[in-house]
């Protein structure tokens, strides 16, 4: 099992321009989650989805958008990139139920920078 | 409100000095879990640990122990024996059964650096 795939790992971004995160999980896991990890703030929930065409916001979504056309696809989507969303981001899959007995699979992260 | 507070941002130890991580939460839910992870340098998340609520007792993996105190509503973790491999930042993260959406809320993070 691949697990949690996140693409790409590095990216630079002009001020403005746009983007898509990938996230793409192989678990069959029906929720879904993207987080942003910034200095001295932890990770902070962008977005979630508990299931294929269900999706809402989490604590930051302003600037992001999400999908869910799929049980494996997660893709964020950067419509108009700024400096402030420069930070490091993580997908991350869970069954739902299994928080006892899964846990949570995270991605490796994408590092993005926004000049 | 969930929340969860690591009120210690930085903690630098010498070697095999043994080392406290604090974890406080707040959640309404009766059902939750509680993590640990570790961030390398390598930037990846390392899972640690997870505790759900019903369970108080102390756990101990290797150099590595819990404490979770739900009348404190801590959730700590120790490092016995710290070593230079150990330096990371570590998070605390809770996840709340009611709401049923899996979604995780993590602390700050605590940057531990252990020098040799």
């Known amino acids: 099992n691949a697990g949690v795939t996140q693409t790409p790992k590095f990216q630079v971004l002009k001020t403005g321009q746009s983007m898509t995160l990938q996230c793409a999980q192989d678990?069959?896991?029906?929720?879904m989650s993207w987080y942003r990890q910034d200095p001295g703030m932890g990770l902070r929930l962008i977005h979630y989805?508990?299931?294929?065409?269900?999706?809402d916001q989490g604590e930051v979504p302003n600037g992001y958008n999400v999908s869910r056309s799929t049980t494996e696809d997660f893709p964020l989507r950067l419509l108009s990139a700024a400096p402030s969303q420069t930070s490091v981001y993580f997908c991350?899959?869970?069954?739902?139920?299994?928080?006892?007995?899964?846990?949570?699979?995270f991605g490796s992260g994408t590092r993005l920078t926004v000049v | 409100a969930q929340k969860v507070t690591q009120a210690q941002t930085e903690i630098s130890v010498v070697e095999k000095e043994d080392v406290t991580l604090d974890c406080v939460y707040e959640t309404r839910d009766t059902t939750y879990y509680l993590f640990w992870y570790k961030q390398p340098p390598s930037g990846e998340l390392v899972f640690l640990i997870r505790?759900?609520?019903?369970?108080?007792q102390n756990e101990i993996s290797g150099r590595y122990s819990w404490n979770f105190q739900k009348s404190t509503s801590s959730f700590n973790f120790t490092i016995t024996a710290s070593q230079v491999v150990d330096s990371a930042v570590y998070f605390c993260a809770l996840s709340e059964e009611r709401s049923n959406t899996g979604k995780l809320i993590f602390g700050q993070g605590t940057t531990l650096q252990v020098k040799p």
């Open positions: 991350a899959s869970r069954k739902q139920g299994g928080v006892r007995i899964y846990g949570y699979t």
């Open positions: 989805s508990v299931g294929a065409g269900i999706t």
């Open positions: 505790r759900n609520s019903f369970d108080e």
């Open positions: 678990m069959n896991h029906e929720y």
